[in-house]
């Protein structure tokens, strides 16, 4: 599932995003429809829900699924059939915009055939538009901001009397923290966790500090709990969510005093690692600027933290990186990657590139392939510029790289990764990984597929002694550019191993 590799057109038809496999933002999953158990308090009513964005958004779908159930909704996977249709939304580039600009065509066309139904944008690009969406899109009857969630009873009342709704205000304490998410399409393995909320930083390029609001961290205790109750119920992997994962900081109101002082992300990390050591923790993103040693040292003490970070670079030229407001340069990035070569020799390393961000030369785009170069990236994701209105960026500077430069340095970006991702996939050739079973590969149930500690996807023939849930150690015979297929060792031989790797 994770594990797509695909190009995508943008609303002009050129060739714009390219990702392999990261646990922040999942190709596969744009567009996906949300779908659950009937609730015991059914009141007779559908839901449709979809989303798009990155893994953020799709956890907020799990806050507002479960706000819907605790209202007697029901959902479908058919959105004809629906009451209510919502569509949570991303506005990161004009593309991300475009596909739900076509997407409520198709909605208003079933609206047309179901008097009655509500629409409802959701997310990012509600927050972004707020009640602008309303007049722009005549067919929307609610607009719902992300920090708003807990309005909806309101709001859907408010459409049942035939008003349209808005509620986009941003909030600088909502976490949900108290919201049981219920889990939409999950395998029953892997969950996402949302630690924090917002974003302070002012990367120039990005509209999230505006669509998503200021910083805040979520509290330890409920984090801790909702991964011990995820683990109690037979899940083995977590991924703790947020726009800037090393900058969590949780301080204990006066009334919490006595439960302990601040709790940073390392401390955090470890808490959520001694829960049991089969359930793996993962997490995203991580900011170059913030990352620190305590971190890493953090994950090298504990074999269940997952070996895998995801550093975004967007570009390897400090000039560049100054006017996107990054506030670190090519050698304090260089540094921390050295820093996780050092101790953590296992760990792979993703990132996200921006090609053609404005004023770029090509002596600039050269220093991002050759930063390529020097850290081998695992997976990348990676994006031709697109301007954002209202962002630093679109203020102060123009979007001067024609479409079609944009388009050649982004072929050659790509065409650096994809051959820095199968050689990575190569080196794994002969070694022997501990794989969590996820589930079955997509082209046969004879083969079980599951994923290494480094995030990369392996497949290989199912044995009737495992099933999705179990550990196993795979020894890799061949791969495919992003895919390792092997064959589980002997069990016994298993247990000795733990050791060797
Ligand atoms: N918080 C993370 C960080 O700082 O790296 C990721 C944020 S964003 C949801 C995911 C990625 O989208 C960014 O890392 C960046 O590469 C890309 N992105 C953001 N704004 C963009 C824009 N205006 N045009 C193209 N890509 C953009
Ligand atoms: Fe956007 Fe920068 Fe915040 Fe990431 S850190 S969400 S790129 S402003
Ligand atoms: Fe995520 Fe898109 Fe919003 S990437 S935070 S859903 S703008």
Known sequence: MFNQK????????????????????????????????????????KLYIESYGCAM????????????????????????????????????????????RNR??????????????????????????????LEEEKLVDIVIGPDAYRDLPALIHQADEGNRAVNVVLSQEETYADISPVRLNSNGISAYVSIMRGCDNMCSFCVVPFTRGRERSRDPQSIV?????????????????????????????????????AVNFANLLERVALINPKLRVRFSTSHPKDITDEVLYTMAKHENICKHIHLPVQSGNSRVLEIMNRTYTREWYINRINAIREILPQCSISTDVIIGFCTETEAEHQDTLSMMDFVQYDFAYMYTYSERPGTLAAKRFKDDIPEDI???????????????????????????????????????????????????????????????????????????????IGRIIDNDQALDLKSLL
Do not use: W
């Open 225 to 261: 709990k909702e991964a011990t109750d995820l683990f109690n119920i037979g899940y083995r992997e977590v991924t703790l969510l947020g726009q800037n994962v090393d900058s969590y900081k949780h301080v204990p109101l006066p009334s919490g005093e006595g439960r302990g002082g």
């Open 406 to 484: 944009k388009t050649r340095r982004f072929n050659e970006i790509l065409a650096k990764q994809q051959e820095c991702s199968h050689n990575r996939v190569k080196q794994q050739i002969g070694k022997t990984l501990l794989v969590l079973i996820d589930g079955f590969s997509k082209k046969s149930d004879k083969d079980f597929a599951g994923k290494s500690e480094q995030n990369t996807t392996v497949i290989f023939p199912v044995d009737n002694r495992f099933k999705p849930g179990d550990y196993v150690y795979v020894t890799i015979e061949r791969c495919t550019p992003a895919t390792l």
């Open 6 to 45: 695909l190009t995508i057109k943008d609303s002009k038809n050129i060739k714009s995003e390219f990702s392999l496999p990261t646990s922040m933002h999942n190709e596969s999953r744009q567009g996906e429809a949300l779908v659950l158990a009937k609730p015991k308090n059914h009141n007779g009513r």
């Open 57 to 100: 958004n799709f956890s907020d779908s799990e806050i507002v699924a479960s706000l819907m159930l605790d209202m007697g909704f029901e959902t479908t996977p058919d959105y004809k059939s629906a009451d209510v249709i919502f569509i949570n939304t991303c506005s990161i580039r004009d593309n991300a915009e475009q596909r739900v």
């Open 104 to 133: 409520l065509k198709e909605f208003g066309a079933a609206k047309k055939n179901k008097p009655g139904m509500t629409i409802g944008v959701l997310g990012c690009m509600a927050e972004r538009l707020k009640s602008k969406f």
